[in-house]
């Protein structure tokens, strides 16, 4: 199996099947033990800030280059049986069609799995998806199951703490410029008990996509918890480019916010 998305990195050693990853994307790092695992990508971007990647983000994409390499001819020596990956976002990960392009020379080629989940429920039913894909599905419908209840009993949880106020929460997936979060981030924020009033979730659970909105927006909304989390930076990057942006005039709205929770 070879995994070229975080998340299907970790559903795979989570039933039980980390002995079969036999490659892996730079991105995937947990758990720790798969860092053994050969990679096979690398990003052609190098972090500065958010406004220097958003700006080379849409220069790449606009001249049809790709944000991401795939070294095929480790991924040929290797011989998958199973690639996973995504389509959901090309700036995220690998995008599919550069999956499809480097396998083309392979035979018998690989399943290729596409997981693209929009809601909390899509992700767990991402676990069965992996699990039949590589023949784990009995233990990953017990892991599925477990997770199942343990969801039932947050949302419980939530549904009590709401009862008395719901907080307002601005969940940014990008600071410069200003992305708000989607998918199944504001379905998550409503079942914890809040509100996600920039992006609220729709009538399948999960919301739309992740997009841009002015600073405007979300001071005007003036949330009572804001959550930092771009996409792709851990938290001392984060710390970092919050501090940078603390500094400059385009950070004029992170210092007007006064969140109860940061």
Known sequence: VVSLLPSATEIIALIGGERLLVGRSHECDFPPSVKSVPILTSSSLKFENSGQIDAAVKHALANGGG????????????????????????????????????????????????????????????????????????????????????????????????????????FLEWL???????????????????????????????????????????????PDVLILCPCGLDLEMTDREVARLLSTPSGDWLRALRPARL
């Open 67 to 170: 944000l991401y390499n795939i070294d095929e001819e480790l991924l040929k020596s290797l011989k998958p049986d199973v690639i996973l990956t995504q389509d959901l976002c090309s700036v995220c990960s690998v995008d599919v069609g550069k999956v499809y392009k480097a396998i083309a020379s392979i035979s018998p080629p690989p399943v290729v799995v596409n997981l693209n989940p929009r809601s909390l429920h899509d992700v767990l039913d991402n676990i069965l998806t992996v699990g039949d894909a590589v023949g784990l599905g009995p233990q990953a419908r017990a892991i599925h199951q477990s997770l199942r209840e343990r969801v039932d009993k947050a949302v419980a949880r939530g549904a009590a703490a709401s009862a008395v106020s719901k907080p307002r929460v601005a």
């Open 176 to 222: 410069e410029p200003v992305y708000v979060g989607g998918h199944w981030t504001p379905q998550i924020i409503e079942m914890a008990g809040g509100l996600h009033p920039l992006n609220p979730p729709g009538p399948e659970g999960g919301g739309g996509n992740s997009f841009a909105v002015t600073a405007a927006a979300v001071t005007d909304m003036d």
